[in-house]
């Protein structure tokens, strides 16, 4: 069992990340030093959750310090943040090859309170990142060469793809080290949770009104569906992807577009269920092909198991 085995032989996430590389002889190690600066981020993040810095703080807080670590890793050229407003282009010295989609903390509304909080990422590579523009972030999420995320929970636990599956590393802080202690990481082909905001009920549109109904009232003889909903996408898609079912963030006639974002939200975690072998889809089309044209854009989000997100696309079908 691998988990047990790198019990005295720790596979850190560098060294994972490291592994990985070897398999591609013209890697020049740009990407695990990327790596390395944004782990830092999260390290900094979770210490500074577990002291308790006040929100306001802590969201402004880890902005600056992601930012000043990937412009210092030297490998990126082009930062979109949900922090601000506009794209960071990294000064002609200090560009590399990568571009580096986030939300430095997610789930905002829960720092005060001690619930799990997190930071998503995604990252692209720039065809010409002398003269980067913006259509190099502007892209399907399909397109990434990486997306992940780490939880501030009980534990903080950093969630990573590169493209060939899904890994759970856990921070060991007396090491100050992520260590793999999930590995490949596949979401249940069925789940028995769904996870949405009901309170915006009364504004669902017929395929998401009836989606959940489902989940309560299922007419084929099994089980309701649990509900469970943290509001911290983090948190709540971390979840999913370990015991399986569904997680939605879907529009509603207040907001046609739903409220995640295309780039830093909808994209990553897209990427880490197709990863795991589940599905992400938006009413209309798998997630991973949007094309967005704007950096903060919005996208209703279905995702998860891939038989629960399966019977959502049904519904959507049935109604055109
Ligand atoms: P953020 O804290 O980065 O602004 O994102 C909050 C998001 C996401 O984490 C969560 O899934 C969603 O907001 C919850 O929204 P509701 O409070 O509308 O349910
Ligand atoms: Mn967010
Ligand atoms: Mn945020
Ligand atoms: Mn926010």
Known sequence: HAAEAHRTDLMTITRYVLNEQSKHPESRGDFTILLSHIVLGCKFVCSAVSKGEEQKKLDVLSNEVFIKALVSSGRTCILVSEEDEVATFVEP??????????????????????????????????????EPTLDEVLQPGKNMLAAGYCMYGSSCTFVLSTGTGVNGFTLDPSLGEFILTHPDIKIPKKGKIYSVNEGNAKNWDGPTAKYVEKCKFPKDGSSPKSLRYIGS?????????LYG???????????????LRVLYE????????????????????????????N???????????????EEVKALYDAED
């Open 233 to 241: 996408m983090v948190a709540d898609v971390h979840r999913t992807l």
């Open 266 to 293: 909808v994209f990553p975690m897209s990427f880490l269920m197709e990863q795991a072998g589940g599905q992400a889809f938006t009413g209309k089309q798998r997630a991973l092909d949007l094309v967005p044209t």
């Open 295 to 309: 950096i903060h854009e919005r996208s209703p989000i279905f995702l998860g198991s891939y038989d629960d997100v």
């Open 93 to 130: 010295s200090k560009r590399g090859r990568y571009a580096v989609v986030f939300d430095p903390l997610d789930g905002s509304s829960n720092i005060d309170c001690g619930v799990s909080i997190g930071t998503i990422f995604g990252i692209y590579m720039v065809k010409d990142s002398q």
């Open 245 to 259: 079912g569904i997680f939605l963030y879907p529009a509603d006639k207040k907001s046609p577009n739903g409220k």
